[in-house]
């Protein structure tokens, strides 16, 4: 060991609400080693990355990993649900457009060429 030693502060632990750079979660679970701490926070990001369980695990690096204000995490949900639902609504576009009869007709005559 080189001398380094945990630097978890006790706000750190499952249920805390955190900002991480310039994104927000809430922490899953802690895990400590000798030299180091690592945080799994589930975050709205993740959900819309579609990360597995919506989660990542992170090294708690101080300054970097800070808790969060409710409201600013409430204000994070809401634009990455307003970011889903513009992903969605161009979905359901883009199924429409398949489903046309333009285009539909236009690949019907393509493929009797």
Known sequence: M???????PEWLKRGALVKVQHWYGVVEDVALSETRAMALIKSPKGVWRNQRDAAEWLEYIEGQIVPADPAALEQDIKEYAERIQRMLSELNAFRELLHSEAFVAEEAQKAAL
């Open 2 to 8: 080189d001398g380094k030693t945990i630097n978890k």
